[in-house]
């Protein structure tokens, strides 16, 4: 009884957190942003592996010092987020989708070793900086009695979303190759997210 009841209790938190989100699109449309190009970014290092053999053809210490140019991103871009304080997010979430969609092509064209982990660096930073906009505006524009609902399902959207790029861009890659499928994500996700930006104007307002 106890264990159907838990089930009940988590099953009505999650229909309460899907019913505020619809009645806030431009909530929606901030996580939806986070999980498409964010989502389609994550590959980059999930695929890491692959593309330092295949693109890059380096051995494992060159795999060290891409995973390490893109950490090094993710640190600056932890700054960065801190840096940016109060004002405009809603603005700054939508461009740092757009940069981080262009950052994702440009890596699978980087020419060598140098370029790609300029180019990580750069996106290591915009993407934290996208996860950290997205659930710094979801949780400031939520409502109290709901927030707990609303982050369960932001949390379980940001991990899913994660996983399914990587499946579905490796999937890609194989019959077209890693940098094809690196550049259609980039492409993806820019288009997402200027689609985004013109459906919902009021998500780059948020603040």
Not at 20 to 39: F, H, R
Not at 49 to 56: F, L
Not at 145 to 171: C, E, K, Q
């Amino acid at each position: 009884i106890g264990q159907d009841k838990e089930k009940h209790s988590f099953g009505m938190a999650l229909s309460e957190g899907f019913k505020t989100l619809w009645k806030q699109p431009t909530i929606l449309g901030v996580i939806a942003l986070m999980a498409v190009a964010g989502g389609l970014a994550y590959p980059v290092f999930g695929l890491m592996p692959a593309y330092a053999e295949e693109v890059m053809q380096v051995d494992a210490v060159g795999l060290g010092i891409l995973l390490a140019a893109g950490a090094f991103g993710s640190v600056l871009g932890t700054f960065g987020s801190a840096k940016l304080g109060i004002g405009q997010r809603g603005r700054n979430l939508v461009l740092a989708a757009a940069a981080l969609s262009f950052l994702v092509m440009a890596f699978a064209w980087a020419p060598n070793m140098w370029a790609a982990c300029l180019i990580l660096v750069a996106l290591g930073f915009m993407l934290l900086l996208l996860q950290s906009l997205a659930i710094t505006l979801v949780q400031l524009n939520t409502p109290d009695r709901v927030r707990g609902r609303v982050m369960s399902i932001y949390s379980m959207l940001h991990a899913g979303a994660d996983t399914g790029g990587n499946l579905v861009i490796g999937t890609i890659a194989v019959p077209l190759g890693l940098v094809t499928a690196l550049t259609l994500a980039g492409a993806v996700a820019l288009l997402f997210s200027l689609g985004l930006n013109r459906v919902l104007p009021q998500v780059r307002r948020l603040d």
